[in-house]
């Protein structure tokens, strides 16, 4: 069985601070990663993802995610936020194995700039 | 290319009151899913449709139901709704072959009194 804890629920910072977002995974498997964006009244968009290659994944809007394997990690990180970062953002994990890809959803980090 | 619609956007019930939620995609993906939002409860998975012709429950199936009608089309059917399903459901499709990102619709907000 796999799992997805997001550290934190909420994290508050200012424009133009650095930000990172805290999760970590459990899995007996090898694993797929992702982290999506969720803007207020929206749906999800995927920001990035992880399937293999380079442990540094860069996405859109600035952010980048680094996998670590030993840590079971996977933290969001921007160098500077902007007021329109602020939304709901959510890890997941799915097995690379096999064809079924349900993913396992962390609860959430609301992310709020303030200016 | 539209993605994944959903309709209606907005919808308020009875309880008791039956209604079905549509989906449908046009990115040719194999799996579709049906999830519920409530406030710090995160995304929790309904149904789910691994391919044409399967469907299969999550980990809150109790009251709902599902029809995969075809490729691109998965609906989600309420027979008998209560407040406990007042929530924001969102519909996604994904490729498995491709590494299985999910690809979400707008979502729909039903308020059920």
């Known amino acids: 069985a796999q799992s997805v804890t997001q550290l934190d629920s909420q994290v508050p910072v200012f424009e133009e601070a650095p930000v990172e977002l805290r999760c970590n995974y459990s899995s007996s498997v090898s694993v797929y990663l992702f982290w999506y964006v969720q803007y207020p009244n929206q749906g999800l968009q995927l920001l990035l993802k992880y399937l293999s290659g380079s442990t540094l994944v860069k996405g859109i809007n600035g952010f980048e995610a680094e996998f670590n394997k030993s840590q079971t990690s996977f933290h969001l990180r921007k160098p500077s936020v902007h007021i329109s970062d602020t939304a709901e953002y959510f890890c997941?994990?799915?097995?690379?194995?096999?064809?079924?890809?349900?993913?396992?959803w962390g609860l959430g980090t609301s992310l709020a700039v303030n200016p | 290319n539209a993605g994944v619609t959903q309709t209606p956007k907005f919808q308020v019930l009875k309880t008791g009151q039956s209604m079905t939620l549509q989906c449908a995609q046009d990115?040719?993906?194999?799996?579709m899913y049906w999830y519920r939002q409530d406030p710090g409860m995160g995304l929790r998975l309904i149904y789910y449709?691994?391919?044409?012709?399967?469907?299969d429950k999550g980990e809150v199936p109790n009251g709902y139901n599902v029809s995969r009608l075809n490729k691109r089309e998965f609906s989600l059917r309420l027979e008998s709704a209560a407040p406990s399903q007042t929530s924001v459901y969102f519909c996604a499709s994904s490729e498995p072959v491709h590494g299985g990102e999910q690809y979400f619709g707008p979502g729909t907000r039903l308020t059920v009194t």
């Open positions: 990115m040719n993906h194999n799996s």
């Open positions: 449709s691994a391919s044409e012709g399967t469907t």
């Open positions: 997941a994990v799915t097995s690379n194995a096999g064809n079924n890809r349900k993913l396992i």
